[in-house]
């Protein structure tokens, strides 16, 4: 902690002039992830500043942390954090860390850390500025996230290679300058696969459950995302739209389809509740499932779970607007508060249970069908199916 710190301070009080070796200054807002370090990065040092700091700082392998969240990217609140060991000096707009025991791979496998989602679903929930006026993560809260090195050498070797390549990542965009250079679709492409790997070895370094892997990714991909962009979001289009004609099935409906059309998204969310539902029912039964999308309520989407025998392969002859019907006087003979209307609006989550069904209602945004949101709804079912044992009679929540 003693050889961390920002870099130096501008003001016009208590101004010193420089007094350390005549170091360039790498400008913040030119600071980025990956590829390497440029010189138009760099400017002369001011003649005087207010808190000069350490010359430890500014030199030698250490990890440096842009202090503020950018915002600007096309993927908001990112951690912007590199590796570097040449000598030069910086502003308070940076943080800098330096290893007790100054390891190459540390230094490497804590850059993959501070890249990877971990810490953006961590600082997100945790960090005392972030959603304040100037969004920022302290140094002290960085030193603060729970760090672990790997003891497996595979896995060490893992994370130590995907940051090399990261950190020697040149997207190069196709240009007349640049003729042998790629589509800007193909490198973010290719550079969202590699990401994707650091990801995944990053959360077996800390032995994640596939339901934390799965927190973390809807929290960075659609919660984050929601926060800034708000009625623009992607987190509130339609997960699915009329014109998606699979509407029906089993669990082996879903897993045997290699591309379901239009949303893989909401088959994520099918296979995990069916597959939670399916073992208490089995060897007895299983779930169909069966998707509605009301005309009268179009921005409302409908899933009906509902129990059969297994291997029987269900018969779907109702339409949907007469489906929806029959749910709407269902609910309204078993939830607490009946709906009387053929019309719902709501903007909240309705779940109920009942002797052979489970009805699931919410608006027909991707925020609410994630495998988060399969998993919660899960629990919440789970919870109703044990009160209807016990009262007979469906609950909503």
């Known amino acids: 902690k003693d050889n961390s710190g920002q870099g130096y301070s501008k003001?016009?009080?208590?101004?010193?002039?420089?007094?350390?070796?005549?170091?360039?200054?790498?400008?913040?807002?030119?600071?980025?992830?990956?590829?390497q370090i440029k010189e138009d990065w760099f400017e002369q040092h001011p003649a005087t500043v207010t808190r000069i700091r350490k010359e430890v700082l500014y030199k030698g392998n250490r990890l440096l942390i842009k202090h503020g969240i950018t915002q600007s990217d096309k993927i908001k609140g990112q951690i912007i954090a590199r590796l570097e060991s040449n000598d030069f000096c910086f502003t308070n707009s940076i943080n800098c860390i330096k290893l007790i025991e100054p390891e190459s791979w540390k230094y490497k496998v804590?850059?993959?850390?501070?890249?990877?989602?971990?810490?953006?679903?961590?600082?997100?929930?945790?960090?005392?500025?972030?959603?304040?006026?100037?969004?920022?993560?302290?140094?002290?809260?960085?030193?603060?996230?729970?760090?672990?090195?790997?003891?497996?050498e595979d896995i060490k070797d893992r994370i130590v290679s995907i940051v090399e390549r990261l950190q020697n990542w040149e997207g190069v965009e196709y240009s007349l300058i640049n003729p042998e250079g790629k589509e800007r679709e193909e490198i973010q492409s290719e550079l969202r696969d590699i990401e994707v790997e650091l990801d995944e070895a990053i959360f077996d370094l800390y032995m994640l459950r596939v339901s934390e892997r799965d927190l973390i990714r809807d929290m960075c991909d659609v919660g984050i995302e929601f926060c800034y962009n708000h009625t623009k979001s992607v987190a509130i289009k339609p997960v699915i739209n009329h014109i998606f004609s699979f509407k029906h099935g089993l669990l082996e409906t879903l897993l045997s389809s290699i591309n379901i059309e239009s949303s893989s998204q909401l088959k994520d969310y099918l296979v995990i509740f069916l597959k939670a539902w399916n073992r208490e029912l089995y060897p007895q039964g299983e779930f169909s499932w069966r998707i509605i999308i009301p005309d009268e309520a179009e921005t409302m989407l409908c899933v009906v779970f509902s129990t059969q025998e297994v291997g029987h392969i269900p018969q779907f002859l109702d339409n949907d607007e007469d489906v929806w019907t029959a749910i709407l006087n269902e609910l309204n003979d078993s939830l607490l508060v009946p709906y009387k209307s053929n019309r719902i609006y709501i903007d909240g989550i309705v779940r109920a249970v009942t002797d052979t069904d489970i009805i699931i209602i919410k608006r027909n945004e991707k925020r609410l069908w994630t495998k988060s949101m399969a998993r919660e709804d899960v629990e919440a079912t789970f919870l109703q199916a044990i009160n209807l044992q016990d009262s007979k009679q469906g609950i909503s929540v």
């Open 110 to 152: 804590l850059l993959g850390i501070l890249w990877s989602s971990l810490p953006r679903y961590y600082f997100f929930l945790t960090s005392s500025k972030w959603g304040m006026w100037h969004y920022g993560i302290h140094q002290d809260e960085y030193l603060d996230l729970p760090i672990t090195f790997p003891e497996n």
């Open 11 to 35: 003001g016009k009080k208590d101004q010193q002039e420089w007094s350390l070796p005549d170091y360039k200054v790498l400008q913040a807002t030119k600071f980025q992830r990956y590829g």
